[in-house]
């Protein structure tokens, strides 16, 4: 049976509990090594999953794997259903942001 313990991240950072469908409006700032995305583009993504045990901390803070569609791009009614377009790393505190929004 796997283990069903939650990741323990050192230093303790909280990670959000977004919903998948959450939409996260990234500035530039926000988010790192996009292999599609322009270098300082603000993105849009839709959530589809957060790797809670994947992260990086460096002088900007904590970093954590966010999966997604690039929105609206996969949004339109033309676009088949497909796996998530998008993987890049995402500053805890941008989710933080995105989180409190109303």
Do not use: F
């Not at 957060?50 to 794997?65: A, F, K, L, M």
């Amino acid at each position: 049976m796997a283990d069903e313990r939650p990741p323990v991240i050192k230093p303790e950072v909280v990670i959000p509990d977004l919903p998948e469908g959450s939409l996260l409006r990234l500035a530039p700032a926000d988010w790192s090594h996009g292999a599609t995305l322009p270098v300082g583009a603000c993105v849009q993504l839709t959530l589809s999953r957060i790797h809670r045990n994947v992260t990086r901390h460096d002088e900007s803070g904590c970093w954590v794997w966010v999966v997604g569609h690039e929105h609206p791009a996969c949004t339109w009614p033309h676009v088949e259903p497909h796996p998530p377009c998008l993987q890049l790393p995402v500053r805890v505190g941008a989710l933080d942001a995105s989180a409190s929004r109303p």
